[in-house]
């Protein structure tokens, strides 16, 4: 057991189906607990390439963590393949597995075209939001997030979206949207879906989507944020209150996916929320005063030391930098 009580599993090698799924749920809990080395990380790749069905066992193990709720600390595992000379996609029999960064840019983060095929497209954290074009929709998928794609030749079968949050930005071709017992459709029409700690809501920048749950049958429009009940739920009340946004609202809304923060009168705390999910460095607020102050601005979230550097100078607080801990006092 660990410090945090916690058991710490080290994966032996074997054959058998039973030794395989073993060996990827102790994959797994290794890297919910600490950063691999990189003699750990050559063996965990060495082991996902020495069987395609390895793959399909570490992304089962994987599921059944986020439905037990098992979250990953700070110092959580990079991506299964980091390195600027890495590949971006890997192919392990009929499965890929996307991962990576992606760089910013002023124009916005570059798309790449979905490979087509069954895909997980799995993001970690400290990573930059990703986008993906897809049967004529752009899919961007943010850090801590996993989705299920289906094969682009079956017409019809929806995206199964996880956790985390998705963007979708619908043209005149249908998107079908699944999270859990929830069935979403749209067309022209622009929406982010974000599922955390098993709670759903959807925001509505533009267009219209078709919520169903059972024999339940919803029009959802936007501009306005919508929080998702259970199926249960929606079935005994076939209405949802919608909350307009206001332009600012879908500027600053949207802005994720594009690496970026806009903060409007944002209590510190939670815009250093925002920072943490995209790096390494951790912005640490030590004083209850200063996590109440409230900023206004444009920040790029991949820069989270100029970002505090700004706070300090406004606010004119205390900074301090070890390591990668950036502390606010």
Known sequence: MTDTGRPVFFPRFGGGRHSRTDQASQWVAMQDRKMLTPGEQARFDRWLQADSRNLGAYVRAQAIYRTLNYTAPATAAPALMTGPDRKAA???????VLVGAAAACIAGLAGQPVPPDQVFLLRRDHEAPRRYHWRGATLTLDALSAAYVPDTGRVGHAIRFLSGRIGVQATDMPIHLSAGPLLMQA?????????????AALIAYAGTIALSAGSTNM??????????????????????????????DILSGRAWRDAQA????????????????????RIMIESDRIARSRVTGSFDLLRPVEFARSVQRLLRCRLSETGDRIVLA
């Open 187 to 199: 067309t022209h029409a622009d929406f982010d879906l974000t599922i955390d700690d098993g709670r």
């Open 90 to 96: 890997q192919v392990h029999g009929r499965r890929r």
């Open 262 to 281: 806009v903060l409007n009168d944002t209590r510190l705390a939670d815009a250093a929320a925002q920072f943490n999910r995209y790096s390494r460095t």
């Open 219 to 248: 029009l959802l429009k936007g501009p306005a944020f919508y929080h998702l009940p259970s199926a249960p739920s929606l079935a005994m009340n076939a209405t949802l209150s919608p909350h307009p946004l206001s332009p600012t």
